[in-house]
C-alpha cells in the first residue's frame, strides 16, 4: 500500500493506523506523528510550505525532524498625509517613523516535515491559525510586498517559548544599541598624508599637526674641510711667545 511507518514493526505485530507515518498512499511525509490522533479537542495541525533560501537557513543544514523558529522580515513605508490630502510615502516626523525594514521572531517551535532541497522549499507543521498567518504574509508576498522568512535552528528538546513582546529589530534600533559609527567626509587637501609612525586621531578633532622640517644645520659635517679663505684675504700669523714658541 505504499505507505511510511513512524515507528519499528516486528514481525506478527498488529497494524493499526498510528503505526503509519503518512496518511494516504504514496505520501512522503505525515502531518500527524505516531503517536498523535485526531479528536474533538486535539491541535488542528495543518501542513505549510515555505521557500528559505539556503544563507537564511543554516547554511540548508536544516533536517526533517528538527524544529525551527520562523522569523518574518518585511519592508514597511511610512505614508502621511500630503498638503493636498493624498497619501504619499515619505518621513513621518512627527511620530518620527520612516520607510525601512522590520524583522522579529513570529513563529516559534515549528518542526520540518519535509524538505524539497534543490529549490530551498520547506515543509513545516502548524496550527491552523499558524497556517492562516503564514499563508497571509506569503499572499502579500506576491502581490508585491517585500516579506522574507529565515529560520534558527532550535537544538533537540528545547521546546521553551520566548516573550516575543521584547523582540524585533530594526537598522535604527541595532545603530542605537551597538553605537555604530557615521561614516564623516574626508577633506582631501586637509586630510593627513601617510607617514611610516600611525598617528592617533581624537574623534572631532581637526587632523594631527605635522611636525615641522628640520632647519638646516650650519656646523661642519665630519670630515668637511673647513671653508678656504676668499682671495685677497689675509690669513692670520700666529702669536709667538716670549720663548719664540707659538703661544698656546
Not at 513605508?77 to 518620527?96: I, M, Q, W
Amino acid at each position: 500500500m505504499r505507505r511510511l511507518t513512524g515507528v519499528t514493526i516486528y514481525a506478527d505485530q498488529a497494524m493499526t493506523p498510528n503505526l503509519l507515518a503518512t496518511s494516504a498512499a504514496g505520501a512522503e511525509f505525515s502531518i500527524l506523528s505516531p503517536t498523535e490522533t485526531i479528536s474533538p479537542d486535539s491541535p488542528i495541525w495543518r501542513a505549510i510550505s515555505v521557500v528559505v533560501p539556503a544563507e537564511r537557513a543554516v547554511g540548508g543544514h536544516v533536517e526533517i525532524g528538527q524544529r525551527v523558529d520562523l522569523f518574518l522580515s518585511v519592508s514597511i513605508a511610512t505614508n502621511v498625509v500630503s498638503e493636498t490630502g493624498e497619501f504619499v510615502e515619505r518621513p513621518d516626523r512627527a511620530n518620527r517613523y520612516q520607510t525601512g525594514e522590520s524583522t522579529k521572531i513570529t513563529w516559534e517551535d515549528i518542526e520540518v516535515l519535509a524538505i524539497v532541497p534543490d529549490e530551498g522549499l520547506y515543509i513545516l507543521k502548524v496550527d491552523l491559525h499558524q497556517a492562516e498567518e503564514i499563508n497571509h504574509a506569503l499572499a502579500s508576498a506576491t502581490l508585491g510586498k517585500q516579506f522574507e522568512f529565515s529560520f534558527a535552528l532550535r537544538p533537540d528538546g528545547d521546546n521553551r517559548l520566548v516573550d516575543r513582546s521584547g523582540y524585533g529589530e530594526t537598522f535604527d534600533r541595532i545603530f542605537q544599541q551597538y553605537n555604530l559609527p557615521i561614516p564623516g567626509i574626508i577633506d582631501q587637501d586637509a586630510y593627513p598624508q601617510p607617514s611610516p609612525e600611525p598617528s592617533f586621531i581624537v574623534p572631532g578633532a581637526g587632523p594631527p599637526v605635522q611636525p615641522a622640517p628640520p632647519a638646516p644645520s650650519t656646523e661642519p659635517s665630519p670630515g668637511q674641510a673647513s671653508p678656504e679663505p676668499s682671495p685677497g684675504q689675509a690669513t692670520p700669523e700666529p702669536s709667538v711667545g716670549p720663548s719664540g714658541s707659538p703661544a698656546p
